[in-house]
């Protein structure tokens, strides 16, 4: 079990507490200029953020553990599933509140488009790997 922490899930845990706390300091930021002093979606709304910051992380780690080799076919085996799961949450959520119309779109244009972004973070740190590997030889 310590190799395993060693080896991905400490960074999987930190990595998952600053980004929960960067959108709930975000979140909180946004609703105090408009003069909203209190979340008006409550703790299921927080509840709710943890779990796609999980499922962003979870997506984080199968795109840096998988043992493929090819990044466009680890990219879309991480791709596909943890959008199920994004897509689930939203619709396990229409059980206990009315979903907006766009529930679906907005889950699929936000995670597909902060999953782009992991990818391309990525890719070019990847690519500055291999340059600093290449020239210490």
Known sequence: MKNIWNKWLKDAVLIYCFIFTIATIASSIIYLTQNIYEDPNGNWH????????????????????????????????????????????????????????????????????????????????SIIKKKVAGGNT
């Not at 949450?89 to 995670?111: H, M, P, Q």
């Open 46 to 125: 927080e509840l709710d953020r943890a779990i796609v910051v999980l499922i962003g992380v979870l997506a984080y780690e199968m795109a840096v553990q998988l043992p493929i080799k090819k990044m466009w076919i680890r990219a879309v085996i991480t791709y596909i599933p943890t959008l199920g799961l994004a897509l689930m949450l939203v619709w396990l959520s229409g059980f206990r509140e009315t979903l907006a119309k766009s529930a679906y779109r907005d889950i699929l244009i936000n995670y597909t488009g902060m999953f782009l972004i992991i990818c391309f973070i990525i890719f070019v740190t």
